[in-house]
Structure formats: structure tokens, C-alpha cells
């Protein structure tokens, strides 16, 4: 018995509004397909194909960077690992100065 939220439904929900402009477009693509020439037709399937390509290009970009810089990949664990020895110097003047007095650093 679970009291939170259903996770599938909001994916559904997500899946099905970003459905909707293109089964829109599609539907006023049949109904006016017919009313325009032929090479309009086809100069506006390019474009509005070129703006598909547009504007799934951040998508697939971010994917792309989050393959090869993410925290799974080589590089990605490298920087983190950087990240956390960097973290701390510096903070620590005190114990920076008696490491050096005692000949550790």
C-alpha cells in the first residue's frame, strides 16, 4: 500500500503532452496537405523537419556530455575526485603550517 505519489502517471502525463503538438501538426498536416502544390508542400516538411532536428539538438547534446563527463565515466570520476581533494586546500592554515614544521608537507 503506497501513500505517495504515483510515479507513473506523471511520466504519462509528460509522455502524452509532449505528444500532443506533433499529432496536432500531423492532423493539420492531412487536412491541408492537399490544399497546397506540391513543391510548398515539400519546402515545409524541410523546414519544419529542420526545426525537429533543432530543437531536439540540446537533448541530444546533454546526453552526449553527461556520457562522456558523468559520474559513470573515467573522466567524470577523475573530476570528481579532483574536486574533493581541492576542496579543502587551503581552508586549513593551521594544520597546513604544522605539517610543514614537521617536515610532512
Not at 547534446?61 to 587551503?90: C, M, Y
Request: aromatic share 2%; net charge neutral.
Amino acid at each position: 500500500m503506497s501513500y505517495g505519489c504515483d510515479e507513473s502517471g506523471r511520466d504519462w502525463t509528460d509522455t502524452s503532452a509532449m505528444a500532443t503538438p506533433a499529432l496536432l501538426g500531423m492532423a493539420a498536416g492531412l487536412l491541408l496537405g492537399e490544399l497546397m502544390h506540391r513543391s510548398a508542400r515539400r519546402v515545409a516538411a524541410i523546414s519544419l523537419g529542420a526545426l525537429a532536428v533543432a530543437a531536439i539538438m540540446p537533448l541530444a547534446v546533454g546526453g552526449i556530455v553527461n556520457k562522456v563527463n558523468g559520474p559513470q565515466s573515467k573522466r567524470g570520476a577523475r573530476r570528481r575526485l579532483q574536486g574533493i581533494r581541492d576542496a579543502g586546500a587551503g581552508h586549513y592554515p593551521d594544520v597546513e603550517e604544522e605539517l610543514r614544521e614537521q617536515g610532512l608537507l
